[in-house]
């Protein structure tokens, strides 16, 4: 494998005395799209401040394409093979053009230089028509892609993303995110990404780093972490609502027999009986089947239940399923119709022992 | 009443005539005032982008220092400036006091904590962020402290008028140390309140027009500057 295009050790970074972060290691491939997501003030922006050499390390070491990168004068060189985007676009008071022109400007570029490449990343990110307009007068999508543009002109090796969709409405971000993806497939930019979306985070990135309380606790490809979460916390931001506890039971080839309140739910996973666990259930691989049918599936795990309360999203439905414990599914509105399902019903509920992933408990 | 409506007529004479001391007054306040102005924003803008962005032990201290220089009375400038050029004084060997030289000085004096104290709130206000935003352009230190000026300029060429329009309009300093000597150290507040006190009131009046023709531009500019704001 070639040499990582950056590498991150020991990084730690505190506020006022108190420690913010702390990345014991993290490897950045070249051409990677590498999302940071995890709750509000977990330190995904201060890691990317801390990769951009931003903010005032106490301690750890990061290696740019191999080599480390020091405070001194290679910190400047370094800075100058990366970009950064800020959730605000934070552009200057300037036009639209000069703003595209900035980093190219402080490089010492020949103004015969620049015109070419302002103007042919003006019209990547779609703003060519706004050229000459003044950064003030444009629209918030506008400024976002005018930071993008000032952003990639540099043609940066590495470009860090500080949630830079979070205030676009949803058509806005929509066709930027498109308008991204277009020029980092033909640049083939690594990019680092901290967002708290986890949608924006599946659909973009190779890989995903959750990152909880200044650390990584889990770092994987996007189905990994969406379908075997580490933790607790993992779970609930990738949308697991089932966290059931309980203990094992019986442990044979793989499969596993976990007592939930005197229920068992069969699980794969390889833990030890008498062990406290934690199994998690997507809502979206829970089956619903009306009460007394014969179900006619494969699942392991089959209950009856009552449904406790309907919610309704629009084209999907949240159902609380009442079978001993409390198992969340959802339904899309054409099921909802085709079982009338309603609030207080009696419904069969399956999902695969593969859908069960099973964690340590934390209370052990 | 008559005394006031045969002042202004005459005011107007004296101005649409092109009255050679008034204009030789008016041109001697412009270039005093300008000069002193010009020393202030060197010093007041270093100053106050300096303070604005590190921090360092007393910082406070000299935030409060400079916000009370925005308020210090001309007249106390005034004394100290004769203090200081006072033939046995600190630099009483340059024979400074009753020159344009020391009006300027003085009016320098006056003027630098209100460009510093304005510079400072300006950078300060700009997003925490687009300091980072431009080292992350690539900027050197140098570069990032030029390209945050820019930024605050709109608010820093408030900081400009604000120092002249307050220099230009105050007389207590300059009459303490330029001596309102004809001819040579005479300006326009200086010389309202000679004319006034000697009831010469139509040359008074026309100065005084002068003066206020002066801080109503200053205002209106100002008041243009305000009102623009930062893009997102």
Redo the contacts between chains.
């Keep these: 494998m070639s040499v990582p295009i950056l590498e991150v050790r020991g990084l730690k970074v505190s506020r006022g005395g108190v420690p913010v972060l702390d990345i014991s290691e993290l490897t950045v491939q070249a051409g990677e799209f590498l999302s940071l997501i995890g709750p509000n003030g977990t330190g995904k922006s201060t890691l990317l ?1 801390g990769l ?1 050499g ?1 903010v005032k390390r106490n301690a750890g070491e990061i290696r740019f394409h191999g080599r480390a990168i020091t405070n001194g004068s290679d910190m ?1 060189e370094y ?2 093979h ?3 985007v ?1 959730q ?6 300037a036009t639209v053009y000069d703003n595209v022109a ?2 190219l400007k ?2 010492g570029m020949r103004r015969s230089h620049i015109r070419p490449l302002v103007e042919e990343h003006l019209e990547l990110f779609g703003v060519a028509h706004l050229s000459s307009r ?5 629209s ?1 999508g506008e ?1 976002q892609r005018t930071s993008l543009a ?1 952003a990639f002109a ?1 043609n940066p090796e590495l470009v ?1 993303l500080d949630e830079p969709f979070v205030s676009l409405d949803p058509p806005t971000r929509e066709a930027i995110i498109d308008d991204l993806g277009r020029v980092m497939q033909t640049r083939r930019t690594t990019v680092v990404m901290a967002t708290h979306d986890r949608m924006d985070a599946l659909r973009m990135s190779n890989r995903i780093a959750f990152m909880e309380g200044g650390g990584i606790v889990q770092v994987g490809p996007p189905s990994e972490v969406m379908h075997q979460p580490v933790n607790q916390t993992v779970a609930a931001f990738v949308g697991i609502e089932t966290m059931l506890e309980g203990e094992v039971r019986d442990s044979s080839a793989g499969v596993l027999v976990v007592d939930i309140n005197g229920r068992s739910i069969a699980a794969a996973g390889s833990f030890t009986p008498g062990e406290r666990v934690m199994c998690l259930v997507r809502p979206e691989h829970v089956m619903i089947f009306p009460a007394g049918s014969s179900t006619e599936s494969s699942a392991r795990n089959r209950f009856t239940g009552t449904v406790r309360s309907v919610q309704s999203f629009g084209l999907i439905h949240r159902l609380e399923i009442d079978c001993g414990f409390l198992l969340i599914a959802h339904v899309t509105s054409l099921a909802m119709e085709d079982l009338h399902l309603k609030q207080g019903m009696t419904v069969n509920a399956a999902f695969k022992a593969t859908s069960v992933h099973v964690i340590r408990s934390s209370h052990s | 009443m008559e005394l006031i409506i045969e002042g202004i007529r005459k005011a107007i004479w004296l101005l649409f005539t092109l009255d050679p001391e008034v204009l030789g007054i008016t041109w001697l306040s412009l270039k005093v005032s300008g000069t002193a102005t010009f020393i202030s924003l060197f010093i007041g803008i270093s100053l106050g982008t300096v303070v604005a962005l590190t921090r360092f032990p007393g910082r406070r201290l000299v935030v409060s220092l400079i916000n009370t220089g925005m308020g210090v009375p001309p007249v106390v400038v005034g004394l100290f400036v004769t203090i200081f050029l006072w033939r046995n004084g600190p630099l009483g060997l340059f024979e400074l006091l009753y020159t344009p030289t020391a009006i300027i000085i003085a009016q320098a004096v006056i003027a630098t904590p209100i460009v510093a104290g304005i510079s400072l709130a300006s950078i300060q206000k700009l ?1 925490e ?2 300091r ?2 431009i ?6 230190r140098a ?1 990032m402290i030029w ?1 945050l000026i ?2 605050a ?2 608010p820093l060429l408030a900081a400009v008028m604000a120092g002249f329009g307050g220099v230009i309009s105050e007389v207590g300093a300059s009459i303490m140390v330029g001596g309102n000597i004809k001819g040579y150290t005479r300006v326009l507040t200086t010389a309202t309140v000679m004319e006034t006190g000697k009831g010469n009131f139509d040359i008074a009046i026309a100065l005084g027009v002068i003066l206020l023709i002066f801080t109503f531009c200053i205002n209106a500019i100002l008041t243009g500057i305000q009102q ?5």
């Design positions: 401040l951009a931003l400047l800075r100058r990366l970009a950064m800020f605000e676009p934070l552009l200057f008071v900035s980093g402080i490089r003044s950064a003030r007068k444009i918030g400024a000032r540099t860090l | 997003p962020a687009l980072l935003q080292l992350a352009l690539g900027a050197t570069q390209m820019k930024e300029r709109l623009r704001e930062r893009p997102r």
